[in-house]
């Protein structure tokens, strides 16, 4: 069973910060891995798509990487601003996809 | 290019009744999927359709909930009787026909809050 974990869980930092969001799952063979950003009270909006071949996809000031054999991707956010407050969700897609619970990011002014 | 469309955005119902749910997804997109996201989770997949077929539905509880993809375009989800623990926001998300063995891009809409006191 597809297990995938988030850390942390929260985050709290002073605007203009550079950051790491980190997602890990426990079946490495998965076809492709998906950064997600939720605000509160509405459904989720898709960042980053990486395929099972990709290492890395980029958008903006998004950075998605991704590791299959270690189990592991993260989400670098540069330049952060309180407009990224939200919570960010990693899934990743075997025969389905498959959440972490998430990291709840705060961005102060 | 219109998003997935949900209906109601909140619904407020008592215990033991019963409440559905409608979702039209991307136009041309072949998969469609339900999710149930409890507060402070991360969505579950409750079921999900390739056309008007249905791939995976091993996580939904079977006892109460149904759904259907009339005709491979829009789908409704329901709960009859509802309990207080499925309180939670349904969401509904699609994606395009992807080559075999892949998987496409999901989109997502903005999901209905369902309260059951």
């Known amino acids: 069973k597809q297990e995938v974990t988030q850390i942390p869980a929260a985050l709290s930092v002073p605007e203009g910060e550079n950051l790491v969001l980190n997602c890990s799952f426990t079946?490495?063979?998965?076809?492709?891995l998906q950064w997600f950003r939720q605000d509160p009270g509405k459904g989720l909006t898709s960042l980053l798509l990486i395929q099972s071949s990709q290492r890395e996809q980029t958008s903006g000031r998004l950075n998605a990487s991704l590791d299959k054999s270690s189990g592991r991707s993260t989400l670098y956010i540069a330049a952060s601003q309180p407009g990224d407050s939200a919570t960010y969700l990693c899934?990743?897609?075997?025969?389905?996809?498959?959440f972490g619970e998430g990291t709840q990011l705060t961005v102060n002014p | 290019e219109a998003g997935v469309a949900q209906s109601p955005r909140y619904k407020i119902i008592e215990k033991r009744q019963s409440v559905a749910f409608w979702c039209n997804p991307i136009s041309g997109h072949a998969t469609l999927y339900w999710y149930q996201q409890i507060l402070g989770q991360g969505p579950k997949l409750l079921i999900q359709f390739q056309n008007n077929g249905v791939v995976d539905d091993s996580q939904l509880p079977k006892d109460r909930f149904s759904a259907e993809r009339l005709k491979g375009v829009d789908s409704t989800l329901k709960i009859q009787p509802a309990k207080l623990e499925d309180s939670a926001v349904y969401l509904c998300a699609s994606s395009p026909r992807a080559r075999q063995g892949a998987f496409s891009e999901a989109f997502f809409g903005q999901g209905t809050r369902l309260t059951v006191v």
């Open positions: 079946d490495s063979a998965i076809y492709n």
């Open positions: 899934a990743v897609c075997l025969s389905r996809l498959t």
